[in-house]
Every structure is written in C-alpha cells, then in structure tokens.
C-alpha cells in the first residue's frame, strides 16, 4: 500500500464507525433499524438524482461497460440482456470462457493476503464505504434492475437499493461481530506447582480465498449482497457471476466495489464481474474450481441442490424456492386480509421468492367481522380485493411490473387449468412500455387433495385450497413444506389458541410465520436488521439472511501459541 | 414433565449458574480455565475414589451393560471389545441392526419438542450436571479408556476425563453463547408518516433433529464430547455409535446422560448408545437416514471424506488426520527441544491425531546453543532424547501405552523400509499386562523428495526430512499440509524473522502454530477453553474444536411476527 491510500483506509475507520456500532447494536436487538432511506423522494436524494439516474442509466445502453475494462483480461464481452419491458439493453461486459477460469481466479486470488491482512475493522469500514457510494447511485440501479427483472420502478427502487443495502450492511455487522468475538491474541497462565506455564496465543482470521456469488434474474442485488458482502468483509475475494438476463445491477455494484477497494489501496481484482451468455452454464466450473471456497445461489431449487451435494471445496449457502402459504382460519377485518393477500399475490405479479402461493381455507367456510362467510364467499373477497388493486392498467403496473419470462406468463393464462378459477388472469397493457408483457393474479380454487399445488408454481397464480378444517389446514401446511420447503407463512385466526398452534407448526414446519397481517406490512416484506430471511430449517434455503452461522463459514480462525 | 421433575429441573439451572458464567467468559477471553481437576489425587477426588472406580471398572466385565438395558427395545446385545492390553472385556450393549434404525430413530426423536421447548438455559444446566456426575466416575473412565484404546493409565485419567469433560463443557458454554445471541423477543417499530408500524417478534431456536456421534478407538470421549454435548445443548437428541473396540467409555457417558434427563423430568432416549459389532458398518445407513440432522465424526479420512461428499441431509462435523509437522530451524536450547519432540512422539506411542510425524530439518545442520549440529546430529540427539524416555520397559509403558491395532504394530516394526532408520522401534515388556503389544518410536530419515513421509503413517513412526534449508521446508510444509492436512505444526528457531515466515506459513496452510517449545507444553496437547483444536482449513478437519460455527450449524432459529 502507498502512503496516499493508506492515509484513504485511515480515513474510512473512523469514518464508518458510528454507523458499523449502530449496526452491530441492531443485529444484537433485532429492532428496526435503517441506515439507506427507501424513499425515492428529492428531499432525501436531492433534486437532481432523479435526472441524473436516469441519464446514468441511459449512458450504459448500447454500450461497452467501459468501467470494468480493467478487470483481468478477459477473451471478449457478453451480453444478452433484453428488458423485460421490452427494448433489449445491449450492453457488453467482460467474459471469460471455461478455459480463463484459471488465469481469472489466479488474479483474483492474489490480492487476498493483503486483504486478509488489514483486518476485520478496515474491511467493514471498506464495504461500508462501497455500501455508501451505491446508495448514492439508487435512481441508476433501479432502472437497470426495472430493465432486467421486470420490477415496477418504485419497487426495484426501494428493493433494489436501499432494503438491498441495508441488507449488505447487516451482513457486514455480522461479519464484524464475528470476527472479533475470537480475540486477536490471549495470555494463557496455568497454574501449577511451581511456576505457572505461561503462553501468549494470537488468532488469526483466515478467508477461505474466493466467494462466488451466483445472481439470480429477479432480485440481482437483495438477493446477492448478504453473501457478497459477507465474503467480502471476512477477507475473501468476489467473483460475481450474475444470472444472463440481469448483469447490470451486479456491474454498477462490482464496479464500485472495485473503485473503492483501489482507493483504499487494495487489489480491486478483489471483485470481479463473470458475466456469460445465455445457457453458458459458467456456474458449474465455477463453483466446483478449487479457488472457489464460498458459494452464494440465489434461483431455482434444481441447480441449487445440485450445487448443495456436488460443491465439496467450497461451504454452499442457497436459496432455492418453495411453497409459501397462507393459513385462514377465521378473522376480525376480513376486509383487510382480503387486501393484504391481494397486495401480496400482486406485487412484482408474484415473481417474489416470498410471495404467498398456498392459501388453506376451511370448506365449511370461516368466522369474521362480517359474519360466517363461506368458501366460496372468502375466495370473492379476495378475488374483488385483487380486482380493485389492478383494474386501472396505468395503475396496476405500478404494482405488477413485468413478467420476467414467457414461462411466467405461460403459468398465468393456463391457470384455469389447474382447478375452478376463481379469478382469471389478465392481460394489461403498460402505458409506456407497449412490448412489455404483463399479468394480473390468477385465483384457483383446489381441494386439499388435489396435486397442483404441491409444487411450485412461480408468478401470479395463487390457490385457494379447501380443507376439512384447521386441523387439517396446519397438517398439510408442516407436511408440503417439509417437503417441497418455504420462505414464508402466514396465518390468520381470532383464536390465540390457533394462533399458537399454527407457531408450534411453524416450528415443526421450520419457516417463519407472519400473523393476521391486515395492515401496512406484508408477508412478502423482510426487513433487514430484524426479519431473517429463509431459516434453512426447510428445502426452500440451507442459509438464512443474517445470522451469525451465515458469516462464520466463510473463515476460519487459525492460531499461534508461544512461552512468554 | 411431572411437577417432581419440574423441580429438579428448576434446581439445575441455579445450581450451575456460576459455571456457565465462567465457561463463557473463558471462551471469550480464551484464557486459561478448567472446571474439571486434572489430577488423579485422592487430596481432590477423594481417598476412595481409586479404589471404587477400579471395582466399578470391574464388575462390567463380562457382563450386559444393564444400565441401558431402559433404551427402545432393541433386538440383541453386542460386544467385540478386547483390551490393547490383553484381556477380552466381554461386555455386551444393546445392538439395533440397520433395520430397526427407523424404530429406534422414532423413539429418539419423540422428546425433541419438549427438550427444544425447555430453552437453551435450562438444556445448558442439564448438561454441565451430565458432565459433574461424569467426573465423579473419572477414575472408572479410565479404566474403561484404558482397556478400549491402550492410553496408559494417568493420560487416560486426564484426557479421557477432565480433558474431555472441559472441552465438553466448552462446547455447551458455545452452544449457550449461540442460542442466546438471538433475543427470545424483540419489537420493531418503523417510523412513518403516521402511526409507527409496530411488531412483536418471538425467535425461537429449532434444533436439526437427532445428532449422531461417530466415536473413534483411540479418543473416544475426547474426541466425541464436544460434538455430543453441542447437539445435546442445542436441542437435539443424539445416538452415539461407539467404534466397535470402544464402546465402554461411551456406554458410561449415556447411561449417566440418560439418567439426569429423566431426573430432570426429559425423555432418556433423547441420548441412546448404539454399539455395533466389528465391521458392522452401522455408521452409514445411521449418518444418511433422514432423522439425522447432524453428524460428529472423528477418523480415518477415508471415511470421513465419504460423509463430507455423501451425507446430504445432514450437517457434518469432521475430525480426520494429516500430516503434523515440526519445522526445525535453529535453537537455544537443543536439549529442551529434542525432549520436547520425544516425549511428543512417545506418549501414547504416537496414536494421537496432534502427534507430530514430519520433522523438517536442512540438511546443512542447524545453529544450536551447543553449536552448529549437523543433520545427523540434530537426528541423534533426538534419538538419545527417545530412548531416556523409553529405555527402561516399567517407565516407558507409563507414557507409550499399548498398540491399539497390530497395523500400528506393523509401521512401527517396518518404519526401516521407509528411509535410513536413525532409532529402530522396540517392542517393550509391559511389567502387568505381558499380552500387550507395546512399541517405542521409531525415527526414520528421509530425503524431501522422498514419497514415504507423504502420506500419514499413524503410530510410533517419525520423519526427520532432509531439506535444502529452511526455505523448503516451509515450502513443503504449506504444500503437504494443504494437500493432506494437518492437526498441529511447530516450528524451532532462534530467528524472529523465521519465527514470522512460519507463522504466515501457517495461515497459508490453515495449521495452528507451536514455537519454540522445550518446556512442559507439547504440540500434542490442546488446552479446553483456549486452544482450538483443528481448523477447519486444511484437510484434516472441516470443524474446530470448538467455535461458534461448530455450534451454530445444529439449530436454526424460526421466527413469527404479528402487530402489537
């Protein structure tokens, strides 16, 4: 390091250590606690950030992504992105084929000594920093993850930027915390007859070398950042491998990573950018490549497993997909339950990894304000509550965004297909964007013992499923999820015995439980510093965002003892 | 629970208070602590003590272990234990064959939810009164790890007891630590432009499941405590499948488990023994059925590898072997030094997995406080060190103990076809057990590049490896011990400059670091509380013994929220 930068991390200690001690406070109360505001609003971002996103955002289409031209030599550039909106991105980023994979992460790898050497304060000061230098560019990252997931603006705004952040910053607290429970160095005295035996001991954290973090298309960032940030801090290496469909949210971050690892005088080859081709399949040789000691995966339960029991260098932290449901069982404002699900199943059209998809409703029907309502009378409720958030199409795209995929779409108009539908999908038009294709929730009723909702049925399709009963609601509810995992639940009830009940099933069950949510918060909603995030108790993810057992995997503590 | 048991469980928790409290500022301090008395005086364990463990010891023999003859009903009784010292124990326990595990996992399963239910305080207390009454049959223990493992009599006392019991106490202090990291409860309350959303939220920590503990010959309590206790103290139920020829220690260590949670009112058969016969091969259908939620194993790598790679449900928790290395550079006191590796290699005739086996010495010699040795020299001198050690048979079979295995015997006889034998091992007359099989170290010298001294030779065996100075053999040191791992390395020298290259080859190699040692510390010996015992960062260990990431893996914590 120069004297110049050395004075830049100086400078980042001190600077970050009123935010780092707040952090660390909130991971130990699990109270809410925010340092990003997620208000897109010019009094907190300034008058001009709105225009100036934009234009930033502009800047990339069309275009190389110059930025990360000094990333290690790459064979050519990639880039296949097309908006799910509609206009294709036409962005190139760096590439490297399944034969540069060597000569990558020998590059990567060889600024970790230093990186490992500075210590677990000047690392979570550095990502605090890099953390700070994103929120400042949250208008440019929403359109670029609006233009690659498909979320509506405000969403991949708030989502996107500011919850994702927090989210990076409750890891980095982690890592922190973890780090500096084992102390730096120890006085061992034993006593004994004559003198004592006496030794100094000095633990040091090791990173386990190079953390991959494999993007998924819906949620490039929320989903990456604990892991990416979580490697980081505890003195690993990142190689980004971002999903084909949603590089540029992951370029923006790697290059900022990389301009303030420079700054603070460490290898900005300490974060890399892997995009590829669609169907490359650059994950594979990647996360089985011996530098490799971390793996983060965010996407579908397939490849997740796969890299589960096939990765043996690495420690694999996944989150995969599940069947997220909901337990009604009776209610005093059935009004606002019916407005709370709609909202649920309507955001991001249900493309949320949290999104409710399994509803458990009673077929002799349930007791709420408005009196006994049947089956079929709560499954209108909720159809009308859905229909009331999405009838004006300039309205309901603010809401629904895009969908990511034709699968999505395809899942949407055969809903009918898979039980009475309740509500059928429909088609709206986006006012600004004529190509984009987007869709309205579909409701399907089932009975419980019908099949088709017992996998997962990813975007705006929810079932509406009759059982005997309760009993039988929770039953299926432990056993589907068991099975097939979750990443949320939720139950409504009047009854404290039911709604303990349904806790002690959530146990069994193994996911996090949301009761009688009516008003402002959704069970879709996970909030950093104090909801976690899958529990790895379930298939649906073996990780949870952030725990301590998150961050520990990713060093390891080695020590040196000597007579003193 | 019955009211009785409530009671006793509500003494438990005051009673040993003040010992949590002191174990958990021992593991973050990691200074030096013990609760156990390592001292077999009858000032401390009392005058009768001795006496009533050998009569315990005794009256097993040739018997049924009746004390867990109140495990699930199994379908006969097993026992192929033989001492290393000669005389066949002839004690049988209860055995479920590979078809009966889907009973005997239902039965160990069935008191998960109320022990899950009793909270991390009230599970912590049970075990450190588990670990108390344990103690009080120290003497008894060692008998019994005398007889299955061929440790001579007073390091079986101390590293089979107290040693054990501490470490064990360590592991329950982490899990204690871990568990209450997570607030039981906390509100959150976000700011808005209104009212406050405000949510209670409860955390509760969920166990895996079942534990199993795979024991080994050698250590069978120190070895498999802290894994036993971890899982127990995190909620889980745990079996325990003993090596075939050690199954006493073992069986002693359920029967007590068993007998304090019925006392404090939880079900015995939340700790089951499940002994097999030789060669039975229970440990694999047992680690891959779906009941087990984590797996302790110490062993062979062979076929801890195959649970690392195979063993999908599960997590697991290694202990397997490498290649310790000793890098000798320079010296003040070569006398201290040589005496220093004897005794290392002598006690317990080198079966222990932190025995050194490589010892890196130039082949120019070395400087000394006697001079400029050469390599022979330097050779001889640890040579003469062994045989004071080892050359009068009643005192040598004090610290050499018995082969635990005539493949032990085998290296040791054969250790001449490896390279120039510079001490031949010897066989040794035990004055009370003429039928034990008992050897002095055997000290080979090598060329570095020479293959013998590669892979790990476990007995009484070591390498003095010729090199062309220190700078190889750091060298060889990083790149064996990356590729085969290792439990313990140190390093001799007078330079602090070699002093620092090998302390960052340590980190390189992911090994703790021993300097200098010539008094009464040896590189085998792990102190409970303040030494980490493995890395994980290496081969020879995916876990340590113990930090948090060895505990915080067997629970997951699930959360419900609801507005308040």
Redesign the interface.
């Known amino acids: 390091m120069t004297t110049t930068s050395q004075t830049t991390v100086h400078e980042l200690v001190p600077r970050h250590r009123e935010v780092l001690e707040a952090a660390v406070a909130a991971i ?5 606690y925010s340092r990003y505001p997620e208000s897109p609003s010019p009094r907190v971002y300034g008058e001009e950030a709105a225009a100036a996103g934009e234009q930033a955002h502009r800047a990339h289409l069309g275009a190389r992504y110059e930025a990360l031209a000094s990333q290690p030599a790459s064979a050519d550039w990639v880039g296949d992105e097309v908006s799910p909106y509609g206009p294709t991105l036409d962005i190139a980023y760096p590439h490297y084929a399944e034969g540069d994979l060597d000569a990558l992460l020998a590059d990567v790898r060889s600024g970790v000594d230093d990186w ?1 050497d500075a210590g677990p304060r000047v690392r979570a000061a550095v990502c605090v920093e890099i953390l700070d230098r994103i929120n400042a560019r949250s208008f440019e990252m929403a359109h670029a993850v609006m233009h690659t997931t498909g979320q509506p603006f405000v969403m991949a705004f708030q989502a996107a930027g500011p919850h994702a952040q927090d989210r990076a910053l409750e890891a980095v607290a982690y890592a922190l915390v ?1 780090q500096e ?3 730096a160095e ?7 007859k004559g003198e004592p ?1 006496r ?1 100094t ?4 954290v ?1 990173p ?1 070398g190079i953390g991959l973090v494999i993007g998924c298309n819906t949620f490039p960032t929320w989903n990456s950042y604990p892991g990416l940030f979580a490697s980081l801090a505890t003195g690993n290496a990142v190689v980004v491998k971002p999903h084909s469909r949603a590089v540029l949210p992951l370029a923006i971050t790697v290059e900022v990573a990389r301009e303030v690892l420079a700054e603070a005088g460490f290898d900005p080859n300490l974060a890399v950018l892997a995009a590829e081709a669609d169907g490359e399949g650059l994950a594979k040789p990647l996360a089985t490549h011996p530098a490799i000691g971390v793996v983060d995966y965010t996407g579908g339960p397939g490849f997740g497993t796969w890299l ?2 096939n990765v ?1 260098q690495a420690v694999v932290y996944t989150e995969k997909a599940g069947l997220n449901t909901v337990l009604v069982d009776s209610t005093d404002d059935v009004e606002g339950l019916a407005r709370n699900l709609a909202f649920s199943f309507t955001l991001y059209s249900g493309q949320m990894c949290t999104a409710p998809q399994n509803v458990y409703v009673p077929a002799d029907g349930i007791d709420t304000d408005a009196g006994r309502l049947s089956f079929d009378e709560v499954a209108a409720k909720v159809a009308d509550a859905v229909r009331a958030l999405t009838g004006d199409d300039a309205k309901a795209v603010q809401l629904l965004g895009a969908a990511v995929n034709p699968d999505v779409v395809e899942r949407a108009d055969h809903a009918g297909s898979l039980g009475t539908e309740v509500l059928a999908s429909r088609a709206v038009t986006h006012p600004d964007f004529p190509d984009a294709t987007v869709r309205t929730p579909a409701l399907v009723a089932v009975d419980a013992s019908d099949e088709a909702y017992t996998s997962e049925c990813f975007g705006p399709v929810a079932f509406l499923i009759r059982t005997s009963g309760t009993e039988e609601s929770l039953k299926r509810f432990v056993e589907t999820v068991r099975e097939h995992g979750a990443m949320t639940a939720s139950v409504y009830s009047t009854s404290e015995d039911v ?1 303990a009940a349904a ?1 002690r099933a ?2 069994d069950a ?12 959704f069970v879709n909603q996970s ?1 950093a510093f ?3 995030h899958g ?3 379930n298939p649906a993810a073996n990780a ?1 965002l952030t ?3 998150y961050v ?2 990713r060093f ?8 003193t």
């Open positions: 130990g109360s699990r109270e809410y490992r973890e429970r084992v102390p120890a006085v061992w005295e034993k006593p004994g035996l030794m001991k000095r633990f040091h090791v386990r589960e029991q043996h709604l806790e959530s146990l193994g996911v996090a439980l949301s009761m009688n949510l009516t008003q402002g918060v909030a104090s909801d976690f529990t790895g108790a949870t725990d301590g057992h520990s995997g390891r503590v080695v020590q040196s003892r000597r007579h």
